[in-house]
């Protein structure tokens, strides 16, 4: 087991808020921007759908990333990498800003996705390399209430950017971000993956190892697990803004706030989970976050299918989303617990089935137009029992591997 420098309160508050903001490259990423989408539509002369898939090229970025990154990490250390990419996420974020049509920004998208991978693997990473178990879990709570600020904030900022600003100026200020987070690492994140600790062989070793994870059948299905959370996830989050603003009327400000109100239930429920981890296990505690969603997500659906009032719908998302503050902070430290692999390898693996997964269900919740809040709850739902499967899964396969 990991043993870890930073003992004290104020230490670990302080790594897990470099760490938190490191990890927040993929909220940054898509929820600055959130608000600006039906202008940007109508700016760029695009479909709601084609604004979607700029969403999905950066989910699909940030998860071609992870897999070259986190392998990468464990042969080389953790730092340079994350130096380098901060530095191509800053470019890549001003080049977004002056896109002038919308395959353009698609590509430039992707570009940044890929350069934002390295804070989501690597402070994953880190993590893992100070933590195991339920201490992990715990720091991991930690980490999610720093990270949890930017699904708050963010369209919140987004939407008052827009009052005396375009859309650009969203992206210009992803580039101040990425300027903070670079300083942030460079003077205060040491390197926590000591030489003798690293991969031996290089990278190609680094992607055997990597290769081997997939033979894990408990991590496996840990890692589908978190995959089909995510889909759900994403797949609220690129219909969110048409559902709300445009079937029920939520101004660009108002629903900047339902949005930030559910990233603080992500935070709240993942303080949770961290305080009685310990206690309940990590498996009871998931089965219980499972069981939320599901229940959450039937709930989106009988709000859609009956079309009752939008409290109904803002309560049922509210419960959807605030159950994922549960569902990945316990399945992660349970996936890295079952696997022998490398951290970041195993970190690679488990975000970028994450964001493939969400890339998938993005433009799925945009196949029946922004009139309709169906398609969300159709891929709220079957997300939902999928989660429910994998739970299942890992347990009867935990139990064969003991």
């Known amino acids: 087991m990991p043993v870890s420098p930073f003992k004290s309160v104020g230490a670990r508050l302080f790594m897990a808020s470099i760490l938190g903001f490191l990890a927040a490259m993929g909220p940054l990423c898509t929820d600055f921007y959130l608000p600006a989408l039906p202008d940007m539509a109508e700016e760029l ?8 898939l700029s969403i999905t090229a950066c989910l699909l970025g940030l998860s071609l990333g992870q897999i070259a990154l986190g392998p990468l990490s464990d042969a080389r250390g953790r730092k340079t990498p994350l130096l380098l990419s901060l530095a191509l996420f800053i470019v890549a974020s001003f080049l977004c800003a002056r896109a002038s049509g919308v395959g353009e920004l698609i590509v430039l998208r992707f570009i940044q996705g890929l350069a934002g991978s390295g804070g989501v693997v690597l402070s994953r990473a880190i993590a893992c390399d100070l933590f195991r178990g339920s201490e992990l879990t715990r720091f991991f709570s930690l980490l999610m209430l720093i990270n949890g600020v930017a699904p708050i904030f963010g369209p919140v900022i987004g939407g008052q950017i827009l009052r005396f600003s375009s859309w650009s100026g969203i992206f210009f200020f992803l580039a101040a971000c990425g300027v903070a987070q670079f300083c942030l690492v460079f003077f205060g994140c040491p390197e926590t993956l000591p030489v003798e600790k690293r991969v031996q062989g290089g990278m190609a070793q680094s992607l055997r190892a990597m290769l081997r994870l997939f033979e894990n059948r408990v991590f496996l299905a840990y890692m589908l697990l978190q995959g089909f959370v995510m ?3 994403f797949g ?6 048409f559902v709300l603003q445009n079937l029920y ?3 660009a400000q108002q629903y900047a706030l339902c949005f930030g109100l559910n990233g603080l239930g992500i935070m709240i429920f993942a303080q949770v989970t961290g305080r009685v981890c310990t206690a309940y296990g990590d498996r009871n505690v998931l089965g219980a976050g499972v ?4 229940v959450a997500a039937l709930g989106v659906a009988a709000v859609s299918a009956f079309h009752l009032p ?7 998302l509210f419960l959807f989303v605030a159950s994922i503050g549960v569902t990945t902070t316990t399945s992660f430290s349970l996936a890295i617990a079952a696997q022998t692999e490398g951290a970041g390898s195993a970190s690679g693996l488990l975000g970028v089935t994450s964001f493939v997964f969400g890339a998938v269900s993005s433009p799925l919740v945009g196949l029946g137009g922004s009139e309709t809040a169906l398609p969300m709850a159709a891929v709220a739902v079957t997300s939902s029992l999928l989660v429910l499967f994998f739970f299942r899964l890992a347990g009867k396969s935990g139990r064969r591997r003991a």
């Open 249 to 251: 009327g939520l101004s």
């Open 291 to 294: 069981a939320l969603s599901l």
């Open 236 to 241: 609220y989050i690129s219909a969110s803004p």
């Open 310 to 316: 939008a409290a109904c719908m803002i309560g049922a």
């Open 231 to 233: 889909a759900g996830f």
């Open 45 to 52: 002369g695009s479909a709601a759908s084609q604004m979607q």
